[in-house]
């Protein structure tokens, strides 16, 4: 048995430097055409997956400002955690608080424009007061590159953090961010915040995905990645068809370029040019220019295909299942599984994205609120971590333990910027949240949203609130999540019927005549901001206040493994186990053979197992040498196997957060 222990370990050492994955922001995004949607609004949803450091949980607002002429404009690089910036030029949010946050320094400079719009930020631009809208989702590319900052190999002024935040500054339609974001990452030089170590280069994060959505109708899929010599940039835009839906899940999703074609297609100059320099396409070639076959990560295991492919698959069979697509081919550079969007069945409701945020692929075969994983209890969850060698995986939902916050953003160009534009934001993992609205030109966010650290409870803070929740109901996930889902649909509800009467009031009592002067339409517009302003904070406060009372009203409820609903005896009980997982666990094997009564009591006994399950610990005699000689030689037999493949996987490395490879 030596020998088997022994490559056993080395076998665990080997597959757990190559399967294991650390974390990385590995985001989910889906954008829906205004002619797709029940109501013509444009809606564009992310979700912020976090993982393997603090982040800075407060939602932020920038301000609109004015700028002299000659004056720049300072560029970071976000290294996540608390603060995630300090400045004393992006409001009063991300001022210094006090003589121990040092203002940080930029990793330098480019012309600032004379005036910029306000926007709400947080990791990534969100939403500007123009209704201009962002969601993100980070990729793998053939290239990578680092931050003038990151020593020798740094060569780079923008990440796509600050990119997505100047478009904001500076765009009212998804054309301009598209076209500003990739001028100015080729002028300057683009990184992934998630290159890794230049010692060893992490390609299957060193390129980032946006969808951007404008009042105008347009939303638009922008792809970038480092250019030559690990610098400057490469970069391609398709625009969605009005009617359809589009998806993005940490993987490039463009393929032919028809950039005869300005109105659908847009790119660097370099698109084609550098991709033949370096070998990646052929111009002799009757094939037509991929994009993605020529610039995205190949991948060589289940692990990346099935990360992104399944949630790919996931949102357009549930907004289009009458194309039946399949879940099981992942999605691949080399070659197109899925579309790059599709036309829905049937018009899309606001509140059907927001729970396409919350799945775990209930419903399914690959359900994670089932199987012996989800536990007695049927938690989706799957931590993330050290797979300590054992060759497996686990399904990649929408939802996840470690989403610190999503949002969808509704875009209506019919209707003025500061009502038509909705931030509908939710902290903490979808599946225990409520989405809240906050109007696109607001000025101010509620107290709520700017308290707490990660390393810190704070009770009066938003996103305690609900990871609170969340992390309490992993306790009896079936039974809680269910009370969660109730009141959060309660909640859902009064904010769909606020937000509805709070736009019909909002459009009668500000509204302006033609002959108005241009005075009285600010003072107008100004009126109109502040009472949107009061009115959102004041329902998102009360949406805290309330969840907070809800959390402490689950702890009574839900403790040490009793359901409490009153004072009365009969109004505690112990739900235990479900029969299934009892079978499965060692309460159906207990006592087993570590209870040897006299045979003469025995017989009396109720509730023994009479016939006891013998395990490997408690062996002996011929039938445990040859179980032993056997399994040795297996798993000699499984090392020659194993050992090739680990061999054949030693060289990659790659990000793909709490997700391993499919045994």
């Known amino acids: 048995m030596r020998l088997a222990h022994a490559l056993r370990s080395l076998l665990?050492?080997?597959?757990?430097?190559?399967?294991?994955?650390?974390?990385?922001?590995a985001c989910t995004v889906i954008a829906v055409g205004?002619?797709?949607?029940?109501?013509?609004?444009?809606?564009?949803?992310?979700?912020?997956?976090?993982?393997?450091?603090?982040?800075?949980?407060?939602?932020?607002?920038?301000?609109?400002?004015?700028?002299?002429?000659?004056?720049?404009?300072?560029?970071?690089?976000?290294f996540g955690g608390f603060p995630?910036?300090?400045?004393?030029?992006?409001?009063?949010?991300?001022?210094?608080?006090?003589?121990?946050?040092?203002?940080?320094?930029?990793?330098?400079?480019?012309?600032?424009?004379p005036h910029t719009y306000a926007y709400f930020d947080q990791d990534y631009g969100m939403m500007n007061e123009v209704q201009l809208s962002i969601g993100?989702?980070?990729?793998?590319?053939?290239?990578?590159?680092?931050?003038?900052?990151?020593?020798?190999?740094?060569?780079?002024?923008?990440?796509?953090?600050?990119?997505?935040?100047?478009?904001?500054?500076?765009?009212?339609?998804?054309?301009?961010?598209?076209?500003?974001?990739?001028?100015?990452?080729?002028?300057?030089?683009?990184?992934?915040?998630?290159?890794?170590?230049?010692?060893?280069?992490?390609?299957?994060?060193?390129?980032?995905?946006?969808?951007?959505?404008?009042?105008?109708?347009?939303?638009?899929?922008?792809?970038?990645?480092?250019g030559a010599g690990n610098t400057s940039a490469v970069w391609a835009a398709q625009r969605v068809p009005e009617d359809h839906v589009t998806a993005l899940a940490n993987g490039f999703s463009i393929r032919e370029l028809e950039l005869d074609d300005p109105d659908w297609f847009l790119a660097s100059p370099n698109v084609v040019s550098f991709a033949q320099d370096m070998g990646w396409w052929d111009a002799d070639s009757a094939k037509p220019f991929d994009f993605t076959a020529a610039y995205g990560f190949a991948e060589k295991d289940a692990v990346g295909p099935l990360y992104t492919g399944r949630r790919i698959w996931r949102v357009f069979d549930v907004l289009a299942p009458s194309l039946a697509l399949d879940a099981r081919l992942g999605s691949f550079s080399e070659y197109k599984t899925y579309p790059f969007s599709v036309k829905p069945d049937a018009k899309i409701e606001l509140n059907t994205v927001?729970?396409?945020?919350?799945?775990?692929?209930?419903?399914?075969?690959?359900?994670?609120?089932?199987?012996?994983?989800?536990?007695?209890?049927?938690?989706?969850?799957?931590?993330?971590?050290?797979?300590?060698?054992?060759?497996?995986?686990?399904?990649?939902?929408?939802?996840?333990?470690?989403?610190?916050?999503?949002?969808?953003?509704?875009?209506?160009?019919?209707?003025?910027?500061?009502?038509g534009g909705v931030a509908w934001y939710a902290q903490s993992a979808p599946h225990g949240s409520v989405y809240v609205p906050f109007a696109c030109a607001q000025e101010r966010v509620p107290a709520a949203y700017l308290l707490g650290k990660q390393s810190e409870f704070h009770p009066r803070s938003a996103w305690w609130a609900f990871n609170f929740v969340n992390n309490w109901s992993l306790l009896r996930f079936n039974a809680i999540n269910q009370d969660v889902r109730r009141e959060a649909g309660v909640l859902q509800k009064n904010a769909f019927a606020n937000r509805a009467q709070l736009e019909q009031f909002a459009l009668r009592h500000f509204a302006l005549n033609n002959s108005a002067s241009d005075d009285q339409k600010q003072q107008q517009e100004t009126k109109l901001r502040e009472f949107l302003s009061e009115q959102s904070n004041a329902f998102a406060s009360i949406v805290v206040d309330r969840w907070w009372q809800?959390?402490?009203e689950l702890v009574a409820r839900f403790s040490d493994g009793y359901v409490t609903t009153g004072e009365a005896p009969e109004q505690m009980q112990a739900p235990g186990y479900p029969a299934w997982w009892l079978e499965l666990s060692e309460f159906s094997k207990w006592p087993g053979d570590t209870f040897t009564p006299k045979k003469s009591v025995r017989s009396k006994l109720t509730g023994l197992n009479q016939n006891p399950v013998t395990s490997l610990q408690h062996q002996s005699g011929d039938g445990a040498r040859d179980s032993g000689f056997w399994m040795t030689f297996g798993w000699i037999a499984c090392g020659f196997v194993l050992g090739a493949v680990t061999l054949a996987f030693a060289q990659k490395n790659r990000k793909r957060a709490a997700y391993h490879s499919l045994a």
């Open 12 to 25: 665990g050492v080997a597959l757990a430097t190559s399967l294991s994955l650390p974390a990385a922001r």
């Open 550 to 552: 809800f959390a402490w």
């Open 84 to 113: 995630r910036l300090v400045s004393t030029e992006r409001g009063d949010h991300y001022a210094p608080r006090d003589s121990s946050e040092k203002v940080m320094q930029p990793l330098g400079f480019v012309p600032q424009v």
């Open 34 to 78: 205004r002619n797709a949607t029940a109501d013509g609004s444009t809606l564009i949803a992310h979700t912020d997956d976090a993982g393997g450091g603090a982040a800075d949980v407060r939602l932020v607002r920038v301000p609109a400002q004015d700028h002299q002429p000659g004056a720049l404009r300072a560029v970071y690089n976000f």
């Open 136 to 226: 993100e989702s980070t990729c793998g590319a053939r290239t990578v590159g680092w931050p003038l900052d990151a020593g020798a190999h740094g060569k780079n002024l923008f990440g796509i953090a600050e990119l997505s935040k100047i478009a904001l500054e500076r765009c009212d339609s998804a054309r301009c961010a598209v076209q500003t974001m990739g001028g100015l990452a080729v002028e300057h030089g683009f990184y992934s915040e998630d290159s890794g170590d230049p010692q060893q280069p992490d390609y299957g994060d060193s390129a980032e995905a946006l969808v951007i959505g404008d009042k105008y109708g347009e939303v638009w899929v922008f792809h970038v990645l480092t």
């Open 354 to 419: 927001m729970e396409l945020l919350r799945d775990h692929y209930e419903g399914t075969k690959y359900d994670m609120t089932k199987g012996i994983a989800a536990g007695p209890f049927g938690a989706p969850v799957r931590w993330g971590g050290n797979s300590n060698g054992v060759v497996g995986g686990w399904e990649r939902p929408i939802s996840m333990y470690r989403t610190m916050f999503s949002f969808v953003l509704q875009v209506r160009g019919a209707l003025p910027d500061a009502v």
